[in-house]
T-cell receptor, first 115, second 112 residues
Framework: GAVVSQHPSRVICKSGTSVKIECRSL??????MFWYRQFPKQSLMLMAT?????????EQGVEKDKFLINHASLTLSTLTVTSAHPEDSSFYIC???????????FGAGTRLSVL | KQEVTQIPAALSVPEGENLVLNCSFT??????LQWFRQDPGKGLTSLLL?????REQTSGRLNASLDKSSGRSTLYIAASQPGDSATYLC???????????FGTGTLLAVQP
């Protein structure tokens, strides 16, 4: 069964609204979670590293005020796309796992479409 | 800056054929390399992980090789089946950070 649960799987929203994506670890405590996005015909790109109880670390070029990450518990990290615009339309996917063993489990992903 | 490239971008083969997917990376200082499978609407499934000190890994009909010095990895799939149809991604890890740098993927279609 799924080790990482991501919700929703698909969301369509109007430009200017905010969208929250949840990533839950089901079988273990996740002190660290990763958020990726994938534009059509492009590779998955790491956006940020989410750390439980502390601020997320963002990759270069990713706006932290645009993509708000909250990791308040060991089983839940959320990514909020604030004031979404059509260029934010993408596939967002989270991962976590037994990082000491370099084992990562990925969520099923969220397809965001901003109209 | 590490760049990961996969060739071909798409591949269609008849059932039963053996096939090879290629992955190349520009910086040989990697911690490990992984091959993933991505199915539409689903997350990524890890297929094989090769540590930087290893040359290859095998799992069932899959065999992955790694040549760090040349910056290349291959995924060999034996006796392909329609159920193998998916997008295959390779990813390298930079240091012991668990941060993955992905290639653009190869979309594989195995025709019955």
């Amino acid at each position: 069964g799924a080790v990482v649960s991501q919700h929703p799987s698909r969301v369509i929203c109007k430009s200017g609204t905010s969208v929250k994506i949840e990533c839950r670890s089901l079988d273990f405590q996740a002190t660290t979670m990763f958020w990726y996005r994938q534009f059509p015909k492009q590779s998955l790109m790491l956006m940020a590293t989410s750390n439980e109880g502390s601020k997320a670390t963002y990759e270069q070029g990713v706006e932290k005020d645009k993509f708000l990450i909250n990791h308040a518990s060991l089983t839940l990290s959320t990514l909020t796309v604030t004031s979404a615009h059509p260029e934010d339309s993408s596939f967002y996917i989270c991962s976590t796992g037994e990082l000491a063993k370099n084992i990562q489990y990925f969520g099923a992903g969220t397809r965001l479409s901003v109209l | 800056k590490q760049e990961v490239t996969q060739i071909p971008a798409a591949l269609s083969v008849p059932e039963g054929e053996n096939l090879v997917l290629n992955c190349s990376f520009t910086d040989s200082a990697i911690y490990n390399l992984q091959w993933f499978r991505q199915d539409p609407g689903k997350g990524l499934t890890s297929l094989l992980l090769i540590q930087s000190s290893q040359r290859e890994q095998t799992s069932g009909r899959l065999n992955a090789s790694l040549d760090k010095s040349s910056g290349r990895s291959t995924l060999y799939i034996a006796a392909s089946q329609p159920g193998d149809s998916a997008t295959y991604l390779c990813a390298v890890m930079r240091g012991a950070t668990n941060k993955l740098i992905f290639g653009t993927g190869t979309l594989l279609a195995v025709q019955p």
